[in-house]
């Protein structure tokens, strides 16, 4: 497996390509991994360098901070209610159509970042989604078509202030969920070639205890079907990040509480990694 993230300080972070377990230093071959060295085909061109030997590792590498995986995208269209029983247990039945909201891309961390909870936020909750790169400009695409306009596939929270979602904001769902620090994402941006969506197995802990524990092939609306019906509305831009979804399992059904500083957040999906995230307040 390969694997594309960015590496350093918030805001000097440096392209890597993984691969068998070594880190390979992207910096002379792109300024960062973004929605142009997507849409240039740059996951092929990096790939291609690896096979001839011509990336050096960056040394030190387990020492440096593990960032976002795509420099800040300029949209992240979220789905809601993408996993039949979610929806059960958030009081509703499936969607008969795909729910779409965004998230700032201000709420973008890292995989191992804090997630910072504002002093008026009570009802904090966790959502492990499957996240979808876009590497393809897509406008009005067919959904036999859709997953050609897919560079990557990663790991996503969706924190969600629920109070903020529900009620106070009047059922404006970004409101609770775009706050910053609110978006994990990573560790790594896996290629579209080297993953198959429709049956990965994606789960949450919340301090050790099991959350959720699903798998993408119960999703509603899968990606090729989600990227089809956005693309009638939204033309799709390279780097764009789409998260499809959360399965059951959130502090909202009433069978859990709601974060609390100190609590230990893990989401992940199998072939993507994990992420590690403490609740900590502002």
Avoid at 94 to 109: A, T
Avoid at 228 to 257: N, Q, W
């Amino acid at each position: 497996m390969t694997a594309f993230l960015r590496l350093g300080a918030p805001g000097a972070e440096r392209p890597v390509l993984l691969a068998d377990g070594r880190h390979y230093d992207l910096a002379p071959v792109t300024r960062d991994i973004d929605g142009a060295f997507l849409a240039g085909r740059g996951v092929d061109r990096a790939r291609a360098l690896l096979a001839e030997g011509r990336l050096e590792e960056l040394r030190g590498a387990a020492d440096l901070r593990v960032g976002p995986p795509v420099a800040r995208p300029a949209a992240v269209l979220c789905i809601g209610q993408n996993y039949a029983a979610h929806a059960a247990e958030s009081g509703s039945p499936p969607p008969e159509r795909p729910i779409l909201f965004f998230k700032h891309p201000g709420s973008i961390v890292g995989p191992y970042d804090a997630i910072e909870r504002p002093a008026d936020a009570e009802t904090l909750d966790w959502e492990v989604e499957l996240g979808v790169v876009i590497g393809e400009a897509a406008w009005h695409v067919d959904e036999a078509d859709a997953l050609a306009h897919v560079a990557g596939y990663l790991v996503g929270n969706d924190v969600s202030e629920r109070t903020w979602q529900r009620s106070e904001s009047g059922g404006q769902w970004s409101k609770g969920k775009t706050a910053p620090t609110f978006c994990p994402l990573g560790p790594w941006l896996v290629p579209a070639d080297e993953v198959d969506p429709t049956g990965l197995r994606i789960w949450s802990r919340v301090s050790g205890e099991p959350r959720q524990d699903s798998s993408t092939g119960d999703l509603v609306f899968p990606v090729a079907a989600l990227i089809a019906d956005l693309s009638r509305y939204v033309r799709l831009e390279p780097g764009d990040v789409l998260l499809t979804g959360t399965p059951e399992g959130v502090a909202m059904s009433g069978r859990f509480p709601y974060l609390r500083d100190g609590d230990v957040v893990e989401v992940g999906v199998d072939g993507l990694g994990a992420q590690r995230s403490v609740v900590a307040p502002v």
